[in-house]
């Protein structure tokens, strides 16, 4: 990302899934802090059983119920603590992702009209 902000001079990305855990957020201060301008942070909301629901009949091999649930423990641990740092200041944007994914592409979409 950050050889595309020096070729190209753009300030706008969208990162996914990242930063997961707190030495992402060092690292990526180190690297980006200075280069751009963190705006919002989306975050998709959905009870654990319908993501776990969700993740079972996608049907990779990784979706186990065991893997599963070993990868949401690590979420609360890891990035929840992320996720409220955020909150504080006030970047977090929720989108309920209990719903079709038209209704969530609709809400998202709509975050960015802001900038």
Not at 16 to 33: K, T
Not at 57 to 70: A, E, F, T, V
Not at 77 to 103: C, F, H, L
Request: net charge neutral; glycine share 6%.
């Amino acid at each position: 990302m950050r050889l595309e902000h020096e070729r190209s001079g753009t300030t706008k990305f969208i990162i996914e899934a990242f930063p997961r855990n707190n030495s992402h957020v060092v690292a990526w201060g180190q690297a980006m802090d200075d280069k751009t301008d963190l705006k919002h942070v989306i975050l998709l909301t959905c009870p654990e059983d319908t993501m776990t629901d969700r993740l079972l009949k996608r049907g990779r091999s990784g979706d186990s119920l065991d893997i599963i649930k070993k990868k949401m423990g690590l979420y609360r641990e890891s990035t929840m603590p992320i996720i409220e740092m955020y909150w504080k200041q006030g970047k977090i944007r929720n989108v309920d992702a209990d719903r079709t994914a038209d209704e969530v592409f609709t809400d998202t979409s709509k975050i960015f009209q802001d900038l």
